[in-house]
């Protein structure tokens, strides 16, 4: 079997490449002739050109997505009273404009001088001015894990390119002054040759290949033990999502034999080796002996660690995202899942090709495959 292409990671790329060149991008949210878009430019190479191109094709309010921390930092707090609040909504904060090197602020070298100074590490609050007219939005920690909206999109896209995580950003908008949907939008970014990124692209990449800063998972350390005749590889990985300790049991397989993948979860006994007469120990010395013998994976997943962030995604692919994360980190890019107790459907996604049952977790059921 070969690798199959990912393409939530090519749009991901696309889009990055777009960012660090200075060029706008569409984000879209959305299902069929639901779907809506927001133009994003990198805050930190926004220019006149291409700000007045975004006032020009979208609602005209400028909004700029950074993380609530470094709101913090920079001293702009939110609009809304507390009583207002909405988890579900964006996050306003006091608009600004650049304390110098501008005019009334309006413009669009104006407002392109405000995103960069929002964009540069070495602001402080004296560097802005309040009221202004660019508008931030405080984008909570997790960015698209937490809420799927284009603030989020754009401060993760940001990220992943390698940017300071400040993104200019604005409703595109048609010729009768509406938001622009399907199939409009597609052919708006075919016209103006604009890579598009679909939020859903952004929580795949989020969840299988991390933040741009931090892989999904971190290899922690590796080791050989000796079962019998046999020996065991056992590599202990760290999940920068959940901040679990995962680890990874490898048994030597074939020349070109896709290996046999088995999934345990740990159970409420914990580990299954200090546990008696749980089905998790059973599960697991039963995988751990058919890899000794015949070559395989055995993955054994332990549960998030207490102070872990609650996520808006669902927790199985969460769960997903650190089994393929972790795979694809070996070198792997075609499995065969060997176990199963459910009929959750899998496909071959994310560079790694899967075939046989699907992967689940024997001890709950948590589908344990590629998104």
Same mark, same amino acid.
Not at 37 to 64: E, M, N, Y
Not at 351 to 369: K, R
């Given at each position: 079997?070969?690798?199959?292409?990912?393409?939530?990671?090519?749009?991901?790329?696309?889009?990055?490449?777009?960012?660090?060149?200075?060029?706008?991008? %569409?984000?879209?949210?959305?299902?069929?002739?639901?779907?809506?878009?927001?133009?994003?430019?990198?805050?930190?190479?926004?220019?006149?050109?291409?700000?007045?191109?975004?006032?020009?094709?979208?609602?005209?309010?400028?909004?700029?997505?950074?993380?609530?921390?470094?709101?913090?930092?920079?001293?702009?707090?939110?609009?809304?009273?507390?009583?207002?609040?909405?988890?579900?909504?964006?996050?306003?904060?006091?608009?600004?404009?650049?304390?110098?090197?501008?005019?009334?602020?309006?413009?669009?070298?104006?407002?392109?001088?405000?995103?960069?100074?929002?964009?540069?590490?070495?602001?402080?609050?004296?560097?802005?001015?309040?009221?202004?007219?660019?508008?931030?939005?405080?984008?909570?920690?997790?960015?698209?894990?937490?809420?799927?909206?284009?603030?989020?999109?754009?401060?993760?896209?940001?990220?992943?390119?390698? %940017?300071?995580?400040?993104?200019?950003?604005?409703? %595109?908008?048609?010729?009768?002054?509406?938001?622009?949907?399907?199939?409009?939008?597609?052919?708006?970014?075919?016209?103006?040759?604009?890579?598009?990124?679909?939020?859903?692209?952004?929580?795949?990449?989020?969840?299988?290949?991390?933040?741009?800063?931090?892989?999904?998972?971190?290899?922690?350390?590796?080791?050989?033990?000796?079962?019998?005749?046999?020996?065991?590889?056992?590599?202990?990985?760290?999940?920068?999502?959940?901040?679990?300790?995962?680890?990874?049991?490898?048994?030597?397989?074939?020349?070109?034999?896709?290996?046999?993948?088995?999934?345990?979860?740990?159970?409420?006994?914990?580990?299954?080796?200090?546990?008696?007469?749980?089905?998790?120990?059973?599960?697991?010395?039963?995988?751990?002996?058919?890899?000794?013998?015949?070559?395989?994976?055995?993955?054994?997943?332990?549960?998030?660690?207490?102070?872990?962030?609650?996520?808006?995604?669902?927790?199985?692919?969460?769960?997903?995202?650190?089994?393929?994360?972790?795979?694809?980190?070996?070198?792997?890019?075609?499995?065969?899942?060997?176990?199963?107790?459910?009929?959750?459907?899998?496909?071959?996604?994310?560079? %790694?090709?899967?075939?046989?049952?699907?992967?689940?977790?024997?001890?709950?059921?948590?589908?344990?495959?590629?998104?």
């Amino acid at each position: 079997m070969t690798a199959h292409s990912c393409v939530s990671r090519l749009a991901i790329e696309r889009a990055g490449a777009a960012l660090r060149a200075g060029t706008p991008i %569409l984000v879209v949210n959305g299902t069929e002739d639901q779907v809506v878009a927001d133009v994003v430019i990198a805050a930190a190479h926004a220019t006149p050109h291409w700000t007045a191109w975004l006032v020009r094709f979208t609602s005209g309010l400028i909004c700029a997505a950074l993380p609530a921390r470094r709101a913090e930092e920079l001293d702009l707090p939110t609009m809304a009273r507390d009583d207002d609040s909405n988890v579900e909504a964006p996050t306003f904060a006091v608009a600004v404009d650049a304390a110098s090197g501008i005019g009334t602020g309006i413009s669009a070298t104006d407002r392109a001088r405000t995103a960069r100074v929002l964009a540069s590490d070495s602001s402080r609050p004296g560097d802005l001015v309040r009221p202004g007219h660019v508008l931030p939005v405080r984008v909570a920690g997790c960015g698209v894990l937490k809420r799927r909206g284009s603030a989020e999109a754009t401060v993760d896209l940001c990220d992943i390119a390698g %940017l300071p995580p400040v993104g200019l950003t604005a409703a %595109l908008l048609g010729e009768d002054g509406e938001l622009l949907r399907e199939p409009a939008v597609s052919v708006f970014a075919q016209n103006h040759r604009l890579p598009m990124v679909h939020i859903d692209n952004v929580v795949h990449h989020r969840l299988f290949h991390g933040d741009g800063r931090r892989k999904r998972v971190i290899l922690v350390q590796n080791r050989l033990d000796r079962l019998g005749s046999r020996t065991i590889k056992t590599v202990d990985f760290e999940d920068q999502l959940t901040g679990a300790r995962q680890t990874v049991f490898i048994g030597a397989s074939g020349p070109g034999i896709d290996p046999d993948v088995y999934v345990v979860e740990e159970c409420v006994h914990r580990e299954p080796l200090l546990a008696s007469g749980c089905e998790c120990r059973v599960e697991f010395e039963r995988c751990y002996q058919r890899i000794a013998a015949r070559g395989g994976v055995l993955v054994y997943l332990r549960p998030p660690i207490a102070s872990a962030p609650r996520f808006s995604v669902a927790q199985s692919e969460v769960v997903q995202g650190c089994i393929i994360a972790m795979l694809l980190e070996l070198g792997f890019t075609a499995v065969n899942v060997a176990n199963s107790m459910h009929n959750a459907r899998v496909t071959s996604r994310c560079d %790694l090709a899967i075939s046989g049952l699907p992967v689940v977790s024997e001890s709950c059921g948590l589908s344990a495959a590629a998104h």
